[in-house]
């Protein structure tokens, strides 16, 4: 019987099924691990691309910032100049705006170059468009404030080209802020969504790639005791193969034939250890069981220190269960780089731990916190508060200052906090008192909703001024900033009050004033009608001129002071200049409303005034025009008030006169005097009379008086007390009197030289600093004896400022001229200037001569007078004298000179010769030819 034999398999099927069973136990793991291995090679390039990407962020961001501490700067410059500009309008002094000029060029040139600059280096159009309009803005200012005539009409133009300006700064800096927050923060959020989500990966590959070796050892290890068994190319060998597969597959398997043997290390660490993360496998004894090379690399700990039962290093022990830094997920080695690490436990009580080297990361998380500190810094360090919403309208950030400026702690307003409870905290910090949170949000929606971009302005608790400007983002939400401009608030009002009103009396200027008429006009067509009054102080020039100006200023201020309580408060008085004012009466309904309060105007004002030094009274002239008969217009009712009081001036002063169409005629003939006398000034057809002064102890004429007169083509002889008057009003009596005293000099000059010649000086003229100086350059450039020259000077001359006035007394007399006092007893005569200056001469006024001989008359008078001067060793003079009778009684008197109608009028200087020969001979009349 033949022995059943079992057919073999084909070897290229046991050859396949070999293949293929190697394919699933170890070929599959390790295409795995290298598929991992190189996913994470190529995450981590990703990640260093983003890292470069934040860098880039951070830097654009950086220069936002540079550019905003520029704009910064720019306001802040902007600020000085405009203040240097109306330093520069108002101020009087020419050396002080001469230099505020310079610091203005200076100032200019500087914040034009900043600008340019950041209009230059700003990338996006938007800033750089901005920056382009706020230099030309500022370019329009100060050309504008350069060429302006410093009229007050251009200060409300003036001021609105500066706050557009000043706008348009404040455009660019909103524009930079967020420019670069919007990009700086869309871009970090961007970049650090991604780096999650990559580091996210990152982690799962690094936890997936040790878990793989891992199988990959067993797997190694099973197929290693499989090929112990048996040979792989029998078949009892891989039956006893797969049988140890198989049992390998349920559990450890048994080696109690061989008690030595030791797992040997895995055949797949190259496959590891090209991982970039240490991976570093401990076991409960903290030895080591494995650690790939990255390890070593990434610890600086030497190979040998990580070969297989090794116990664990002192570094790698701190970071094990147990160890001082088990709790940190990043450490920070002696070199200065940075590890994370993340902890596996093992089931067999070892620990696997995963190392990466995070340096850059950990760099770029600092610089990011940096950089985000840097914000904070910069938005506090503003100048002005920021808050910045999105677009459910929740709080993304705000700055110090804003907290500040409304009054709230430090931190306390928190991201994410709505536009309602900011303003809820607002309210209770206390800044609005009198508003309700309803209205609050109403004026701040209307803020939100308003299409023109003008400032807008709240008014604190305390009287701050906040300026508040919002603009949108492109998020849909909005950033507003808040300026506390109480001090430019308040000296803009200031400036706007100054051009309105009167700087000495604090008065209604003729701007308000014309306001103040155009509005009555508009009640006017409703109700009733109104008035119009012009008022003018009568004598006040004189006042102003004998008392000095600080006396001057205090009598108008006391004056406005008592016009205005003569008023209702809708009633308006304004100051138009000198001591003019004008009221605006309003609810007339008769001439005789208008009659009442000019009649108790003129009461009031001229009751006598107690100034610091001086007891003065004064009066009032008024001239009323009534709307809307006598005009609808500002300047027709000005216009007609003024002719009325020019009337009421000529009719006597201290009275009051409606308008009357007929008055329009006198005024402009009086326009048209005043228009011949500057004529006549000009062309020099002025000429002088002289009227002869008579010696009594002699005889004879001892000089002339010099007097002005003027013959005009058509008018004739025009009176001086017609035309002095009027040039003093003008202005012209000051260089009328120069022209006076050089031509009598000149004239004098070629007479005998025993004859002086005595001219007038006004008090104008005696308070002009030039009195002295033409006196000594008409003596020296006519040759005129000083001896020879005689200065008249009126007794209420004395009453300005009496050091002055001595001190001017004597540098006269010090050249040589005498010194005459004038008209004594007519104006403000005090003794004491007769003690505290010894006056050459006094001339009694003539209205004391002309009843001299008239019983109960002034003889007693100018007998006083006469002993008076005669004692204090003065000459005595007369003026007026007409009659042989008073010639006579002043010869008794003891009279030392006379002069008037008896002896001769006054006569032009080619009749001297023929006086001379009557009275002092014909020697001295053939000298004077």
Sequence with gaps: MMQATEPTRPIATETRRSAHAWWKRIGMPIALAAACLGLVLLVGHAVGRLREAERLVARNYAESLTALDGIRNAASELSHLRVDHIRARITADPVERAKLSDRIAERYQSLSANVGAIAARSRPALISQAAVSARDSMSIWHEAMRTASGRQEEAADLDELADGAQTQITHL???????????????????????????????????????????????????????????????????????????????????????????????????????????????????????????????????????????????????????????????????????????????????????????????????????????????????????????????????????????????????????????????????????????????????????????????LAGGRIIQIDVSPTAEGGFVATYDDVTERW????????????????????????????????????????????????????????????????????????????????VDTVARLGGDEFAIVQAGVETA?????????????????????????????????????????????????????????????????????????????????????????????????????????????????EALLRWTHPTRGRVSPAEFVPLAEEIGLIVPLGEWVLRKACAEAARWPGTLKVAVNVSAAQFRSAQLISTVREALAETGLAAQRLELEITETVLLADRGSTVAILHALRAMGPRISMDDFGTGYSSLSYLRSFPFDKMKIDQSFIRDLTVENGSGFIVQAVISLGTNLGMTMTAEGVETEAQLARLREEGCDEVQGYLFSPPVPVSQIAGLLEKWNGAEEAAQAA
């Excluded at 067993?218 to 029998?234: E, G």
């Excluded at 009050?497 to 009555?520: K, Q, S, V």
């Design 173 to 459: 800096a909103a524009a930079t802020e967020r420019y670069g927050f919007s990009v700086h923060k869309t871009a970090e959020a961007a970049i650090a969504d991604r780096i999650l989500v990559i580091e996210g990966i990152v982690g799962a590959m690094v936890a997936l790639v040790p878990l793989v070796a891992w199988l990959l050892i067993l797997r190694i290890q099973r197929a290693a005791a499989a090929d112990a068994v048996a040979p792989p190319s029998s078949r009892a060998g891989m039956e006893a193969r797969a049988e140890a597969t198989d049992q390998t597959s349920h559990g450890p398997v048994a080696r109690a034939d061989d008690p030595e043997w030791t797992p040997s290390p895995p055949d797949m660490t190259e496959l590891v250890d090209a991982a970039q993360e240490g991976l570093i496998f401990t076991d409960g004894d903290r030895r080591i069981v494995y650690a790939n090379a990255s390890a070593a690399a990434l610890t600086g700990i030497g190979p040998d220190a990580l070969r297989p039962g090794e116990p664990a290093s002192a570094t790698l022990a701190d970071l094990l269960p147990g160890g001082p830094m088990e709790s940190k997920d990043k450490v920070r080695l002696t070199d200065g780089r940075w590890l994370r690490v993340g902890r596996r436990p093992a089931p067999d009580g070892g620990t696997l731990l995963v190392l990466a080297d995070v340096t850059d990361r950990k760099r770029s998380d600092d610089r990011a916190e940096a950089t985000a500190v840097s914000l904070r810094t910069a938005l506090d360090s503003m100048s002005q508060g920021l808050c910045l919403y999105d677009a459910a309208h929740r709080l993304v950030v705000a700055n110090r200052r804003y907290e500040e400026i409304y009054g709230q702690e430090a931190g306390s307003l928190t991201t994410g906090m709505t536009s309602t409870e900011v303003l809820e905290r607002s309210m209770s910090a206390g800044n609005h008192p009198g508003s309700t949170l309803s209205e609050l949000l109403g004026e701040a929606t209307r803020i939100l909703t308003k299409s023109d971009r003008d400032h807008n302005f709240q008014e």
């Design 592 to 704: 005789e409303d208008a009659a009442v309060l000019a009649q108790r105007i003129v009461e009031v004002v001229s009751t006598p005034y107690e100034l610091a030094e001086h007891s003065v009274t004064i009066g009032v002239s008024i001239g009323i025009a009534l709307a809307p008969a006598d005009g609808m217009a500002p300047d027709r009712l000005l216009k007609s008030a003024d002719v009325a009081l020019y009337k009421s001036k000529g009719d006597g002063r201290g009275v009051f006169r409606f308008f009357e169409a007929e008055m329009d005629d006198r005024l402009q003939a009086r326009r048209l005097l005043e228009i011949d006398l500057r004529a006549a000034f000009a062309a020099e057809v002025f000429e002088l009379y002289y009227q002869p002064i008579y010696d009594l102890s002699q005889d004879r004429i001892s000089g002339f």
């Design 490 to 569: 308040h000296a803009e009002s200031r400036i706007a009050y100054m051009a309105r009103h009167d700087a000495l009396t604090d008065l209604p200027n003729r701007l308000l004033l014309a306001e103040r008429i155009e509005g009555a006009i508009t009640q006017a067509s409703r109700e009733a009608g109104f008035a119009v009054h012009c008022l003018d102080l009568d004598n006040f020039k004189q006042i102003n001129d004998t008392l000095g100006h600080a006396v001057g200023d205090e009598l108008l201020c006391a004056v406005a002071h008592r016009l205005t309580a003569c008023l209702r408060e």
